[in-house]
């Protein structure tokens, strides 16, 4: 070594300070704010509803008429509430079946849960801003710190020069020597991988079964008797296990209707409003397929094995909906169903023939998960991003399902929507936006006192509970009568009933399947190929 730990210290001291820049932190309203622009580093905001912190590190920004932000978060959920998963470089795209959507920077299990370091995204419009923090250049003590700077560095170059003394090697400060050390070690890495791979799962495509929990809204109420009568059925062309069966009593105010969450929770809502405009890949109006729940589907094409290019894989919807001032959620409701079974249309995929350049292996024509699900791109401050992704429930009927959706980063008067289904799979009776708060309801789960048949107590065991205890309906039309005994209505309030049941149905063997991957028979001809309504 050529020089001594003092000089080498005090010249870093002197770089240091001449090239740092002194910041302090101003309070500011939004007219303030306004005037200082994009170039404002904001670290605090206070709105009438609480107040936004920001990392110093990661200020948030004056965009347009609003601030555009991360929040960083130590989030805790259970990997039931992930509703989708895309890995982003070093991070995680997630987006929970509450509606936030999150960037993960690392992830660790704990017990049945993860925890995780997240940023979640959000944008503040000026107008609900009280007053904000923001860091802003100290230009007077800059440029003391410069000239201090300075001063310093021409006093280590004259002690440089006058200094006669032997230099020993290794005479750094032990401290010193290991705090440079521990500086220049690179941090721990951040990793999403215990996250990524819990979302691990099998291809669809070799599935043999397709679990699913159905609501059924039910039209009748009791009998003269006060009994409830409710025809449990299987009306599928495949077997129908069904693990448990319930009646949800629902009291409400009136005015209020109510349906289930993506995540099984009784919702209330109000009338859905609709889409604006809404348009297809080529530019055609489909807003009044989508308006209102009346069984007049919207279904894009099919592909055509016929055709080299197979046609188009994928259509496009583009919705636009009004939204009112100071709206930070929606709930998007939605009546949709599938055209077939998700492991039988990801079949039908594996089987038609890739077009690809002459010795390159073709690319899939979908990715794994849009088997599963629908995702639902939201226009935001940064662009497009999924908001929320549908689930496929099968040919089954097109029951109303509520999603949430954050808005958090949503600017505008707008909120805009995308969907890009595969061809030919979804079947789309309504989407619309409820930015109402949640009314409270009364809720209760009643279970079947009695039932018909010769088995009746063995079936009365099996629908107890979701507990693998599975009642079998393996011929389509075969059925059974369940007695429920149900409470007197709530004084002042409306009722609304549901059949809730887990049913497991049973996916044909690959043997029974014709060349393009479907089941030979009636299955194919009835859910396969239903009306195209557009």
Not at 219 to 235: I, Q, S, T
């Amino acid at each position: 070594m050529k020089r001594t730990g003092p000089i080498i210290l005090s010249l870093a001291a002197a770089v240091t300070v001449s090239s740092c820049t002194v910041y302090t932190v101003k309070e500011m309203d939004p007219q303030a704010l306004a005037a200082k622009g994009q170039h404002a580093a904001v670290l605090a905001v206070k709105t009438k509803d609480g107040l936004v912190e920001f990392s110093e590190g990661d200020p948030a920004r004056l965009k347009g008429p609003g601030i555009v932000g991360n929040v960083y978060l130590d989030y805790e959920f259970d990997p039931f509430e992930i509703a989708d998963i895309v890995p982003s470089g070093k991070r995680a795209k997630v987006v929970l079946r509450g509606g936030d959507r999150l960037d993960i920077l690392s992830s660790v299990r704990s017990g049945d849960t993860f925890r995780c370091d997240a940023v979640k995204p959000t944008w503040i419009p000026l107008e609900e801003v009280v007053l904000a923090k923001v860091r802003v250049a100290d230009t007077g003590r800059s440029v003391l710190a410069t000239l201090a700077g300075a001063v310093l560095f021409v006093g280590v170059v004259a002690l440089d020069l006058v200094s006669t003394d032997e230099i020993v090697e290794d005479s750094f400060d032990e401290g010193l020597a290991s705090l440079i050390d521990a500086l220049a070690e690179p941090s721990p890495k951040r990793s999403v991988k215990p996250l990524l791979v819990s979302g691990n799962a099998p291809p669809l495509a070799e599935g043999s079964e397709f679990w699913v929990m159905e609501w059924k809204p039910i039209g009748a109420g009791p009998d003269e008797d006060g009994k409830l009568r409710v025809r449990l059925r299987n009306g599928a062309e495949v077997p129908r296990g069904i693990d448990e069966a319930k009646i949800v009593v629902v009291d409400h105010p009136p005015g209020i209707r109510v349906a289930p969450d993506c995540r099984g929770v009784v919702r209330s809502f109000s009338e859905p409003i609709s889409p604006l405009t809404a348009s297809d890949l080529h530019g055609r109006d489909v807003a009044p397929l989508l308006r209102a729940r009346d069984d007049e589907f919207w279904r894009n094409p099919g592909l055509d094995p016929a055709r080299k290019d197979l046609g188009n894989p994928r259509d496009r919807l583009d919705l636009d909906f009004p939204r009112p001032a100071g709206a930070r959620r929606a709930k998007l409701v939605v009546n949709v169903a599938n055209s077939t079974w998700p492991a039988l249309f990801a079949r039908e995929v594996a089987a038609l023939p890739g077009a690809a350049p002459k010795g390159k292996k073709a690319a899939p024509l979908y990715q794994e998960g849009e088997f599963a699900k629908l995702r639902v791109r939201l226009l935001t401050v940064s662009g497009w991003q999924t908001g929320q992704v549908i689930f496929a429930a099968g040919p089954l009927p097109a029951e109303t399902t509520i999603y949430e959706l954050d808005l958090d980063d949503v600017d505008g008067e707008r909120v805009r929507l995308q969907i890009d289904p595969p061809a030919g799979y979804w079947l789309i009776d309504r989407v619309g936006l409820d930015f109402l708060e949640d009314t409270p309801v009364q809720e209760e789960v009643i279970g079947a006192e009695s039932a018909d048949g010769p088995d009746a107590a063995g079936l009365l065991v099996a629908l107890a509970a979701e507990d693998g205890t599975t009642a079998f309906f393996e011929d389509p039309g075969q059925e059974s009568v369940l007695t429920f005994a149900i409470p007197a209505p709530r004084e002042g309030m409306e009722r609304t009933l549901f059949l809730r049941t887990v049913s497991c149905y049973e996916m044909p063997p690959r043997a029974q399947l014709n060349k393009s991957g479907l089941p030979n028979g009636p299955v194919a001809s009835k859910w396969h190929n239903p009306p195209n309504r557009l």
